[in-house]
């Protein structure tokens, strides 16, 4: 009887323990996952730099504000994203992590997806199934992690920026 108590009790220590570590890697996810979203949303406004501005030199001065929307050049703003990409979460060319980045290093990060919807290409729903009203960017990317008790693995996002989210910024 005496056995069965202490082992019920080195049972309990250890499952507490190993909570305790499940708890601590599951708020190190939520953590870095919202790192990874900020920093790639805030690569994703970057192509709102990249302005075509022969469309938006053939446009006249439109007074209705839900048609006053920008044209992004497609290729130059995908190496914009790409390069921000790059630079805010700390990778080689390659997409590993450098020593210095928060990320797995023996994992490179992955851009499943990019696709840029200037406003005559815009679809009813991005791939995610979000509205869109505006000129955006969808973005699905995975970034490594390693989970104790699991291992290394890839989280997903997927991203929609459009030019509203970008806006609402500077307007609070």
């Known amino acids: 009887m005496k056995f069965f108590k202490i082992f019920m009790g080195t049972v309990i220590i250890i499952s507490i323990l190993v909570g305790f570590v499940m708890l601590i890697e599951v708020l190190k996810l939520y953590s870095t996952t919202d790192k990874v979203e900020y920093k790639t949303k805030s690569a994703c406004w ?26 992004i050049k497609k290729t130059s703003a995908e190496k914009v994203i790409k390069d921000t990409i790059k630079e805010n979460l700390i990778l080689n060319s390659s997409y590993y992590p450098l020593e210095s980045s928060f990320l797995l290093k023996d ?50 996002i997927t991203l929609v920026v459009d030019t509203k989210s970008f806006y609402s910024q500077f307007q609070k």
Do not use: W
Request: proline content about 8%; overall charge positive.
């Open 46 to 71: 970057a192509a709102f730099t990249v302005v075509d501005l022969d469309v938006l030199a053939h446009r006249h001065l439109i007074s209705n504000e839900e048609n006053r929307d920008i044209y």
């Open 107 to 156: 994992y490179p990060v992955k851009i499943d997806r990019l696709e840029i919807y200037n406003p005559n290409q815009i679809p009813i729903f991005a791939p995610n199934g979000k509205a869109l009203n505006n000129t955006a960017v969808y973005i699905e990317l995975r970034f490594p992690l390693k989970i104790k008790f699991v291992g290394p693995v890839y989280k997903k």
